[in-house]
């Protein structure tokens, strides 16, 4: 079956064809000034022979897997778009310019947050009036559940334990960042929330901050829900510290030419990030490895090792001259009590098996 995987980040489209568990084809797209549209109809012109597409949905509510997309399910992720804005109608939109396109293909819609279904309670659950929670939809849902899927499966291999035995810490650095808790490829703790607003300072987004500050902010400089929203979304993390675009390599490019801003961003940055890391892995039994993957990890190795570089309470060490390689590997010294790996997220990958699932579930595959 040949899977046309299309992956809408929120720096970037990112397009496979997958055959046979591997990628034969693959592009990506910056977004910024980019019409969806226009992208999509370069995927599907590229890769006209798909079987079936699948599209990455970051929020997909409480759905515990993929499923086949109609109108219904559209219009019910159409919904969530709030609590994924820089995501979700991105997702809405590619979908629908798929079905435009390709008329009687199937397409798939996979989402980040079924990884994270079974949350244990205690992480799951907010501490707010009970009257507001016991619908159980106001909770932590999770996100770049995809990549902590592969990632989880992945680092196991390296590891040489079943997948079932890894404890993990999976710290997804791109655009979007979070650190996922896996035991045993369950996800049991994450940084990420009701929203993947939450969590260490991103790269247009603030992460995690004081919401004392933000009702302070709303009673001294009122302004709408949709203005703070653009305000914490669009103009706060790298880019709201450093007046840059947030893309790591331009706040690195101006803290090396000295702007304090920007040094001041990325010294941020790697502090809020280790801190998460510090706070998630406490919901581990034990740790066995922290993982670093997504855009940054992947291609700015050096930052892991700046932040991974120096022995702290959790004992992590790294050998910055193993971080200079390539590929997926293990860049802690031999011996180390925590191992830690640089993968490349294959959410591709996962999108195509999660394609291949539901379209031999419906006796189409
Ligand atoms: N070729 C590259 N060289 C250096 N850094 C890169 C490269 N590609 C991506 N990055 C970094 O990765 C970040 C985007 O991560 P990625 O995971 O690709 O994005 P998204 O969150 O849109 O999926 C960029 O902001 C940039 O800092
Ligand atoms: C959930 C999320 O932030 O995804 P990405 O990093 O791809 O933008
Ligand atoms: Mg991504």
Known sequence: MRV????PGSSSLKAALV????????????????????????????????????VRFVHGGARRGPALLDDELLESLRRLGPLAPLHQPQSIAVARAVLRERPG????????????????????????????????RLRRYGFHGLSCRYVARRAAGMLGVGPD???????????????????????????????????????????????????????TAPMSPAELADALYRRSGLAGMSGTSGDLREVRAAASAGDPDAVLAL????????REIGAV???????????????????????????????????????????????????SPDGAGVAVLIVRTREDLELA???????SAAGTG
């Open 4 to 7: 046309l995987t299309l992956n």
């Open 19 to 54: 055959a046979a568990g591997a990628a034969v084809g693959r592009a990506a797209w910056e977004t910024a000034g980019s019409t969806v549209d226009g992208i999509v109809a370069d995927a599907v012109g590229c890769w006209p022979d798909a079987d079936v597409v699948a």
């Open 105 to 136: 293909t199937p397409v798939v819609a996979c989402f980040d947050t079924s990884f994270h279904v079974d949350l244990p309670e205690p992480a799951a659950h907010y501490p707010l009036p009970r009257e507001w929670t016991r619908q159980g």
């Open 165 to 219: 035995a890894a404890r993990l810490l999976c710290c997804h650095l791109g655009a979007g960042v979070s650190v996922t808790a896996i035991d045993g490829g369950r996800s049991v703790d994450t940084s990420m929330g009701f929203t993947p607003l939450a969590g260490p300072a991103m790269a247009t987004r603030s992460g995690t901050v004081d919401p004392g500050l933000l009702l302070h902010v709303l009673e």
């Open 267 to 274: 010294e941020v940055y790697l502090h809020r990030l280790r």
């Open 281 to 331: 892995a406490m919901s581990l039994p034990e740790l066995d490895a922290i993982v670093f993957t997504g855009g940054v990890a992947e291609h700015q190795p050096d930052l892991v090792a700046t932040l991974a570089g120096k022995p702290g309470p959790l004992g992590v060490e790294v050998d910055p001259a193993r971080c200079a390689g390539a590929g997926d590997r293990v860049v």
């Open 353 to 359: 098996r999660d394609a291949e699932r539901v379209l």
